[in-house]
């Protein structure tokens, strides 16, 4: 999966705990994304990154925070899980514009109890 | 095309036969387009891309068409295999002041040996 990286694969949490998904990769890749795809919806983005410590919003950010350290990690973090945020996460890496040819890692299937 | 609820639209094709898969983008503003391939409990996968400024590109095995007239973009696979079976979604890139990514909710593609 083009070098990149998602810790853990599947994660059972409980509501109102914190759970943080690690997405890192080898690829030297600029940006960086983080993705939620539920029945019904298509992928729909949360955060993404330009750059070391340059994040934003994406369109489904309520109940996310996101931190980028160093080039090759970006860590999603649900400071307290609810049940709606039951999905699968992906996170994905580009190089050259913005939103153009993501390669995205395997996944994350988180469950929230 | 895309579907509206949870079941995804579904072709299925012999295989041997060319397939083709639809897509209706909404934004005239899109000038950037993606198809992806995603199999079962795996991260999406780049097919091939398009701009705007042209209406057909090949790939291996793989043809985009784009119609801005009729904003459609179809992916036409020739000799489908049945390791071609997948979900398959566009996703088309709006840039209205910035740029956002958008993902269509997929067609299931089915090859019967």
């Known amino acids: 999966d083009a070098g990149i990286t998602q810790s853990p694969r599947h994660k059972v949490t409980e509501t109102g705990t914190p759970v943080t998904l690690r997405c890192h990769q080898t690829?030297?890749?600029?940006?960086m994304y983080w993705y939620r795809q539920d029945p019904g919806h298509g992928l729909r983005l949360i955060h993404y990154?330009?750059?070391?410590?340059?994040?934003d919003k994406g369109e489904v950010s309520d109940g996310y925070s996101v931190s980028r350290s160093k080039t090759e990690d970006f860590l999603l973090t649900l400071e307290s899980a609810t049940s709606s945020q039951t999905s699968v996460y992906f996170c994905?890496?580009?190089?050259?514009?913005?939103?153009?040819?993501?390669?995205f890692g395997s996944g994350t299937q988180l469950s929230v109890l | 095309g895309e579907s509206v609820g949870l079941h995804l639209p579904t072709l299925s094709v012999q295989e041997g036969d060319n397939s083709i898969i639809n897509c209706a983008y909404s934004?005239?503003?899109?000038?950037?387009f993606i198809w992806y391939k995603q199999e079962s409990g795996k991260g999406p996968q780049f097919i091939i891309d398009i701009r705007s400024n042209m209406d057909k590109r090949q790939g291996q095995r793989v043809t985009v068409l784009l119609n801005k007239t009729v904003k459609h973009l179809s992916l036409q696979i020739a000799a489908t295999q049945p390791g071609d079976s997948a979900v398959y979604f566009c996703?088309?890139?709006?840039?209205?002041?910035?740029?956002?990514?958008?993902f269509g909710k997929g067609t299931m593609l089915l090859v019967s040996p």
């Open positions: 990154s330009y750059g070391v410590k340059d994040t």
């Open positions: 934004n005239s503003a899109s000038d950037y």
């Open positions: 690829e030297n890749h600029r940006y």
């Open positions: 994905a890496i580009s190089e050259g514009q913005p939103n153009e040819k993501l390669f």
């Open positions: 996703a088309e890139n709006r840039r209205s002041g910035y740029s956002t990514l958008t």
